[in-house]
């Protein structure tokens, strides 16, 4: 039976750190996870309390552009988060921030057109635009930018993808940085694609996002990260005025709605914001763990994680082979963590990545584990 | 700020009426729903409890492919239905049915590959197809061969997507049918696509699935119809073994999973057999009264309804303009029907469907209201 070319996009390579993580923990070993990029807590508990309340209703298809309310109450978090007045109007509800990804290189690209990010960044970028015959062009960042794309940088190009903060990098644009690179991508004829997804994890200034910068922009974010709802698959985009009747009608087709009792949940997620900011001090806490431990372990070279869960470390001293050092972690430290190359699929033979979104005494005792392991090398 | 050709794609002539419905509705007018495609009920009790039990859970990402305990439930589903012995490994959890589709299409097709498919059909493939830079190519069928395609009308082209029962037709293949046709597919070097979403839904014999018949099919399938679960966004594909490392690769990256908590109702949904029945029973009254009363109206060139909770008309003998009669029946009647031009996008303009799905009393009301304005013409 045929095979399509733009089906065969690259595999996942943590996912065969994972696999041997499950395979050392059926074994009887105890693992510390630092590979994952989610959080370990449920959804806040109003949420759910909601949700269980909920379950005597039908839970039916909704409008395919989510429930009204909750694109109401995602309008207002624009206000509180950024002082922005957003017409809740241009807000699409979504099936995670894969399915605004979808929505928004549909509505945006045709086959063939080429879609630039920084290198590294979030493996599905470039694998949702292969699925789709678009061309990601990778631009390489150096660390000395913080891992994000400096505006004399960008390549001719239909699209650009911007990520603050960036998974791997944790690292966040500043209001001017991305007032630059805005403005360099739309006088080059780039439609703008800003993935928010980890706002409201941040350690330092709060993050910006580029609708206080400008109305012509697609907008990604979730519930997922900060409202520690990964599994639900329920995210937004904020779209520009002219191009909602286009982005409703994909929505209608692709996916009819997003599912109706996540929707049901993160309405209520808006609500809990407490328990998201108690996560988010567990996080602060284990971060100030990582900046203390990791250097210490002998993992100095780390780009500032001013955002996110993530710490990306520059490995080349210790080996230009990322997915055996990450093997070798795994086999002798017991701590499970991502090589770089599905972030930058060639300077990422020679990274890591450690997440840090679990619990503080895992990634107390990760470090501890890493420290030995690196001291006996 | 740019717009792509291929997020074009038509609107849905369905939405008008449903907008007109709630402004009559709005109004204080009482409308009798025959235009949605969606059971009236809820997920299965069953299901909703299992939920809420688990509702304490974190519920995070799933395994790209869905829960393992899940895709042994569906295999299992298969033996209890069709006596075919499936490995649970060749089962593709996805975001509905939708999400089956944007995967299906993603591993077979490369941009500007053509896809046949029976018109009248469901119009959202066509959509799709558009929104991945594939062609639809419409096979137009005959009331005489129950809208259904023939092996000999096949016409030069990639792929292949059979619906039985059908929508808007709810007409299903025989074995022997389905048999010619996926033969008929394969010798033109066509990859087959069988939608089965509204099996569990039939009046006469039972629905046979294309796997009976060959493993070199995608079949996809869903709770959204027989298991009353349309808002959860859970349904699931089965995939050729050859297929399966694309698939999970392109779910990895399209989805990262589905939503979790539909999950955890979807496999309890599975033991809901009997509540699941009790909703056919319902159909089975309902459609028995639309075959006593649609045609008294005055609509008698109807599909035999074989399947699913549709009856789909020729109404050539009343009007050329299908979506001004579904406007004059509204206004008037006040019920709410499809115009059929959704579904075929030539001679649509001179049918009509009726959904049967909600409540039997609504039905009969809905009839006698059919009946009146019929008369009343």
Redesign the interface.
């Known amino acids: ?12 390579i943590v ?1 065969d750190v994972m696999a041997a993580a499950a395979r050392a923990e059926a074994a009887g070993r105890d693992i510390i996870h630092m590979e994952v990029g ?6 806040p508990a109003g949420a ?1 309390k909601a ?2 309340s909920a ?8 409008v395919a552009l989510g429930l009204p309310e909750l694109r109401q109450g995602i309008a207002d978090l624009y206000r509180r988060w950024y002082g922005v007045d957003l017409d809740p109007a241009r807000v699409v509800v979504t ?2 921030s ?2 605004a990804f ?1 929505l928004a290189f ?8 080429r879609v630039a990010m920084g290198y590294p960044g979030y ?2 970028y470039r ?2 635009l292969r ?3 678009l061309e990601p062009v990778g631009i390489e960042t150096r660390p000395e930018d913080r891992y994000q794309p400096r505006p004399e940088a960008l390549p001719d190009a ?1 699209g650009l993808i911007l990520a603050s903060p960036g998974n791997p990098s944790g690292t966040v644009l500043r209001p001017d940085e991305m007032r630059a690179l805005t403005q360099a991508a739309t006088a080059k ?1 780039m ?1 703008v694609i800003s993935d928010e997804i980890y706002h409201g994890l941040s350690y330092g200034d709060r993050c910006h996002s580029a609708l206080e910068i400008t109305d ?1 922009v697609f907008v990604v974010n979730s519930f997922s990260k900060y409202f520690s709802m ?5 995210g937004w985009m904020i779209v ?1 005025e ?2 909602l009747r ?2 409703e ?2 929505a ?11 929707q049901v ?1 993160a309405l209520a997620a808006l609500d809990c914001e407490e328990e998201a900011q108690a996560n988010l001090a567990v996080y602060r806490e284990n971060r100030r763990l990582m900046l203390e431990g990791l250097p210490k372990a002998g993992f100095t070279r780390i780009a500032p994680p001013e955002g996110a869960f993530y710490i990306y470390a520059d490995v080349s001293e210790f080996t230009d082979n990322a997915l055996e050092f990450a093997t070798e972690i795994l086999d002798h430290a017991g701590v499970a963590v991502t090589p770089g190359l599905d972030f930058d699929p060639d300077r990422g033979a020679r990274t890591l990545r450690f997440s840090y979104a679990r619990a503080t005494a895992d990634i107390a005792e990760g470090l501890r584990r890493l420290t030995e392991f690196m001291a006996s090398r």
Chains 1, 2 share one sequence.
């Open positions: 039976m045929r095979q399509s070319a733009r089906g065969q996009v690259d595999p996942f996912m989610q959080p370990g807590t449920p959804a759910r949700l269980a379950l005597e209703q039908p839970l039916g298809y909704t099936s995670g894969s399915g979808i549909s509505a945006l690209f045709d086959s063939g057109d493996p599905s694998q949702i699925a789709m015959s239909e004829g439609a012509e990964t599994g639900w698959r329920v520009p002219t191009h286009t982005v009608r994909l209608q087709n692709l996916f009819i709605c997003p599912p109706h009792a996540s949940a």
